[in-house]
């Protein structure tokens, strides 16, 4: 048995009387690619938003790594070791792409402001560090060339291999990716397939919401499902596909 990483329980969110998540629960383990679908509006990104911190839940349980995250803030969620991409990319447009990942690194920094300003030795060390680490993680996600690259000026889909290094360059345990093969090529998401491979077998564990549900289902060792902010699945994508319920939710009927 794989050691239980992320655990939710009960997790509920209102917005005034529309409940956008009620009563989700989700294990994800340790080591795995683990998927979350469903249609527009089932409530996907509102979980994200929760477990990074971003909305406060209002019942229920969420512990990561034996440490209760519940109601916690991004900084502490960060620390603990999540990371995340967004929906909508959002990077520092007019910094370069290696700054952009440098930034990523200051939840790991141990130098103060004090000693960042007068450049003290140990800063200056603790500053190329920082440098050669992000310039380590721009050639990991395959867009070395594009460091001193406005991170503007980057094609989609360098943008959104800069996301993925500025939330690895937390040293996550798990990272969670919001639609990174929206807007891409065939040829762009299965570079992006193979790059996601590669990090969990770096040993990061990866929470994943895509609408590509053939990358899902060629991709992920499970698969959760949302409809109307309410889990209705849950499974290997076998079972996940051929489930009644799931091919409701998408279809709009269900299967004779």
Not at 157 to 170: H, K, S, Y
């Amino acid at each position: 048995m794989s050691e239980v990483l992320l655990n939710i329980e009960g997790i509920n969110k209102r917005f005034g009387g529309l409940h956008a998540l009620s009563g989700v629960a989700l294990t994800i383990n340790q080591g795995e690619i683990y998927g979350l679908i469903g249609p527009n509006g089932a409530g996907k990104t509102t979980l994200f938003n929760v477990l990074t911190g971003l909305y406060q839940p209002d019942e229920g349980s969420f512990t990561f790594k034996g440490q209760d995250l519940f109601r916690k803030k991004p900084n502490v969620v960060v620390e603990a070791g999540i990371a995340r991409t967004f929906q909508n990319i959002r990077l520092f447009a007019n910094m370069s792409a290696l700054e952009n990942v440098m930034v990523g690194q200051h939840v790991r920094t141990k130098v103060g402001v004090i000693g960042a300003v007068l450049r003290h030795p140990k800063a200056r060390c603790e500053e190329a560090g920082i440098k050669a680490k992000a310039e380590q993680l721009l050639a990991y996600v395959g867009i070395a060339d594009r460091a001193d690259e406005l991170a503007r000026n980057l094609s989609y889909g360098d943008q959104r291999r800069l996301e993925i290094a500025r939330a690895l360059a937390t040293n996550p345990t798990l990272l969670a990716l919001d639609e990174p093969a929206a807007g891409m090529n065939p040829t762009e998401t299965e570079a992006l397939k193979a790059l996601m491979e590669k990090i969990r077998a770096d040993g990061v564990t990866i929470l994943l919401i895509e609408h590509d549900v053939k990358l899902m289902m060629g991709l992920c060792d499970r698969i959760a499902v949302l409809d109307y902010g309410k889990k209705i699945a849950e499974g290997v994508p076998e079972q996940v596909k051929n489930d009644p319920r799931v091919i409701e939710a998408y279809l709009g009927v269900a299967p004779e």
